[in-house]
T-cell receptor
Framework: NAGVTQTPKFRVLKTGQSMTLLCAQDMNHEYMYWYRQDPGMGLRLIHYSVGEGTTAKGEVPDGYNVSRLKKQNFLLGLESAAPSQTSVYFC?????????????FGQGTRLTVV | AQTVTQSQPEMSVQEAETVTLSCTYDTSESNYYLFWYKQPPSRQMILVIRQEAYKQQNATENRFSVNFQKAAKSFSLKISDSQLGDTAMYFCAFMKHAGANSKLTFGKGITLSVRP
């Protein structure tokens, strides 16, 4: 079972460059999320999606854009990378259901902006 | 807005002993969910245990159990018979409900080291 797959796993960017992180899930989950993890900060929500074609802002959305054109994919874009965006990025997905609270996470992407 | 506080950045425990990780949270909701996630050095986020606020009984999963004190807004994780594989970062997390716009809010995490 693939679950939630993030591409790439590592990346180094120069300040001002752009890139897209891909999250793919094969569990037919409706809800998808992008988090960033920084030392001493825990995981903070960047953007999320409750279904194909919908996105919403999380706690720290500035400098990021997202798209959910297909149900199984959730893309996170950095238009002009900044050193403050150096972080580990996690994608997660979750089923629809009154008691379906478990989020399944990808393996993370370590991004360094120099 | 909900907040989750993990005030201990690091803890250490001897193998085979018991350790308790603390977590407090703040919310005005009456029904919600609480979680402990484990992040080993591999970076993978693994759900350890979940507690529904409407359930009075504390959740248990093998060596892992919680002490849920709703009135005090406290949710601690007890790890019994600690093993070397328990070495990881542990995150406490809160979710308001299972609906569409409900998200996980995480604490800052605690690094647990199990000594051989």
């Amino acid at each position: 079972n693939a679950g939630v797959t993030q591409t790439p796993k590592f990346r180094v960017l120069k300040t001002g460059q752009s890139m897209t992180l891909l999250c793919a899930q094969d569990m037919n989950h409706e809800y998808m999320y992008w988090y960033r993890q920084d030392p001493g900060m825990g995981l903070r929500l960047i953007h999320y999606s409750v279904g194909e074609g919908t996105t919403a802002k999380g706690e720290v959305p500035d400098g990021y854009n997202v798209s959910r054109l297909k149900k199984q994919n959730f893309l996170l874009g950095l238009e002009s990378a900044a050193p403050s965006q150096t972080s580990v990025y996690f994608c997660a997905s979750r089923r629809v259901g009154a008691f379906d609270t478990e989020a399944f996470f990808g393996q993370g992407t370590r991004l360094t902006v120099v | 807005a909900q907040t989750v506080t993990q005030s201990q950045p690091e803890m250490s425990v001897q193998e085979a002993e018991t350790v308790t990780l603390s977590c407090t949270y703040d919310t005005s909701e009456s029904n919600y969910y609480l979680f402990w996630y484990k992040q080993p050095p591999s970076r993978q986020m693994i759900l350890v245990i979940r507690q529904e606020a409407y359930k009075q009984q504390n959740a248990t999963e093998n060596r892992f159990s919680v002490n849920f004190q709703k009135a005090a807004k406290s949710f601690s994780l007890k790890i019994s018979d600690s093993q070397l594989g328990d070495t990881a970062m542990y995150f406490c997390a809160f979710m308001k409900h299972a609906g569409a716009n409900s998200k996980l809010t995480f604490g800052k995490g605690i690094t647990l080291s199990v000594r051989p």
